[in-house]
């Protein structure tokens, strides 16, 4: 857990003393069949170049690739999963998911349709204690460096309804966001692939650039 405190300390650090980058953010990968890598290609690479670009941030280009389970999530201060099917967190997944996020660590689940019904049980594994709530429109995420008034952005039509954020709160400090019906990953990929306007491809990269900074001015 003090892994996770002392990654936020240098990235305040590095980002004001040097030119190469400070740390990755990171995809989760997962078990269950669910495509933990529907948005592999372009998605987050799109969002950390805005991010540098737009927030002056030092973050590494390259995503990196971490499972569940894995020791390595800890080097990782914001991590983001997406997919469209099953997941399956193991016991041992589970705790070291939990002491991640306990210890200062941070998910976005982005809901690329089909993915509700399983990481609402999966999390459950998690924080048995807690459940998602949906955070209201002034919240602090929603209001960074750009201010979403009326919560995340409409990216892609999913089954029609109104997009809405979840997050999972322990001791207070919001741990987990989980856009749904939104599906913020697709708006940061590449024109060809979903075809989203400029202006809905901005809209999901300064809401992604908001959770981004969040993170960093809540450690």
Not at 9 to 22: H, K, V, Y
Not at 80 to 90: I, P, R
Not at 135 to 164: S, T, V
Request: aromatic share 14%; charged share 20%.
């Amino acid at each position: 857990m003090k892994k996770i405190s002392v990654i936020l300390i240098c990235f305040f650090l590095l980002t004001s003393f040097t030119t190469d980058p400070s740390f990755k953010i990171g995809l989760l990968k997962y078990n269950g069949g669910g495509d933990w890598y529907g948005n592999l290609e372009t998605s987050l690479p799109n969002l950390i170049k805005f991010c540098n670009e737009n927030l002056g941030t030092n973050i590494n280009p390259e995503q990196g690739i971490v499972e569940v389970g894995s020791p390595e999530l800890f080097n990782y201060p914001f991590v983001h999963m997406t997919g469209h099917g099953n997941v399956v967190f193991s016991p041992q997944e589970a705790q070291n998911l939990r002491n991640y996020l306990v210890g200062g660590g941070f998910l976005h689940v982005s809901d690329n349709y089909g993915i509700d019904i399983y990481i609402r049980r999966e999390m459950k594994k998690v924080f048995p204690e807690l459940n998602f709530v949906e955070l209201p429109f002034n919240h602090p995420i929603y209001h960074q460096k750009y201010d979403f008034n009326d919560g995340p952005p409409k990216i892609h039509e999913h089954d029609g309804k109104p997009a809405q954020g979840f997050g999972i709160i322990y001791q207070g400090r919001l741990v987990c966001f989980y856009d749904y019906q939104c599906d913020l990953g697709d708006g940061w990929e590449d024109y060809e692939v979903h075809k989203d306007s400029p202006e809905l491809h901005q809209k999901a990269l300064k809401m992604g650039a908001d959770m981004i900074q969040y993170v960093f001015n809540n450690p």
